[in-house]
T-cell receptor, first 114, second 111 residues
């Protein structure tokens, strides 16, 4: 089955700096890669995703890149703010007949200091 | 728009007691439904998923079970809880695309 590795497990940055979280996956058939943000005690929220037919996607201060050959994808957050502090999860999936299951990384705790 | 509900929000149960958690989705039909568990400070573990009424697939062996009696209702159950069943239980849904959206979760403490 799919295996997703996520690094680092903890990332501390100063407000205004950039943050990068990296994930690798094992199943070459995976074609969908979402990122979730989970604040303490809350549900994970989908913040950005990328499909295998594109290499990069951007939404304001966040961007995701995908390298299918190397089987890795990354989340980039620019101009970090204290409210970006949360646990971030990457995931990978492939679409089966009518459904897909996500395999999650173990998460990265991002701490943004004012 | 679609909305996903879970209840109860929190639950404290003794070891050996039964469990029933409910999840319902509004604003969509024929959703794919998922149950995840998140242990304290850990990642998300897929427990069950369902592509239709009465269709349940289990990802890991355990003393939990799931049922889908209606199109937009997903229930997680146990006959006898273990201490290791404590955690944050999240229901999620997806439609025709891959995006999964999570419910607010149920925090279960087994004492």
């Amino acid at each position: 089955g799919e295996n997703v590795e996520q690094h680092p497990s903890t990332l501390s940055v100063q407000e205004g700096d950039s943050a990068v979280i990296k994930c690798t996956y094992s199943d070459s058939a995976s074609n969908y890669f979402p990122w979730y943000k989970q604040e303490l005690g809350k549900r994970p929220q989908l913040i950005i995703d990328i499909r295998s037919n594109v290499g990069e996607k951007k939404d304001q201060r966040i961007a995701v890149t995908l390298n299918k050959t190397a089987k890795h994808f990354s989340l980039h957050i620019t101009e970090t703010q204290p409210e970006d502090s949360a646990v971030y999860f990457c995931a990978a999936s492939r679409r089966n007949s009518g459904y897909s299951t996500l395999t999650f990384g173990k998460g990265t705790m991002l701490l943004v200091s004012p | 728009s679609q909305t996903i509900h879970q209840w109860p929000a929190t639950l404290v149960q003794p070891v050996g007691s039964p469990l029933s958690l409910e999840c319902t989705v509004e604003g969509t039909s024929n959703p794919n439904l998922y149950w995840y568990r998140q242990a304290a400070g850990r990642g998300l573990q897929l427990l069950f998923y369902s592509v239709g009424i009465g269709q349940i697939s289990s990802e890991v062996p355990q003393n939990l079970s799931a049922s889908r009696p209606q199109d937009r209702q997903f229930i997680l159950s146990s006959k006898k809880l273990l201490l290791s069943d404590s955690g944050f239980y999240l229901c999620a849904w997806s439609g025709s695309s891959n995006e999964q959206y999570f419910g607010p979760g149920t925090r279960l403490t087994v004492t």
